[in-house]
């Protein structure tokens, strides 16, 4: 599937982000509770924070359970760069 590269600014989550990449992100909920956002991180270069627990709950609930498996609306950064997904 695509692949995106996405600029992040330090303390943003991802679905805060407008662009016309980003555009391509499957929002639902925007909170971390559908799993509608899913995506495969392939490199970020620790601009983001790790999964939460949470995070890790949903991913496992909708089967989705590879390392690089993340939920775009729950991905917030600590500092800024660019990040690259895959829509899956
Ligand atoms: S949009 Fe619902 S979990 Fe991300």
Do not use: W
Not at 10 to 32: A, D, M, V, W
Not at 76 to 88: A, H, M, Q, R, T
Request: glycine letters at 6%; hydrophobic letters at 30%; charged letters at 30%.
């Amino acid at each position: 599937m695509a692949n995106l590269e996405i600029d992040m600014e330090k303390n943003q989550f991802l679905h805060e982000i407008e662009t016309k990449e980003s555009s391509n992100i499957p929002y639902g909920c925007r909170k971390g509770v559908c799993g509608q956002c899913v995506v495969e991180l392939n490199d970020h270069h620790n601009v983001l924070k790790p999964k939460t627990e949470d995070e890790k709950i949903i991913l496992s609930v909708i089967g989705r359970n590879k390392e690089n498996h993340r939920l775009a609306c729950t991905c917030e950064s600590i500092k800024s760069g660019k990040i690259f997904i895959d829509l899956i």
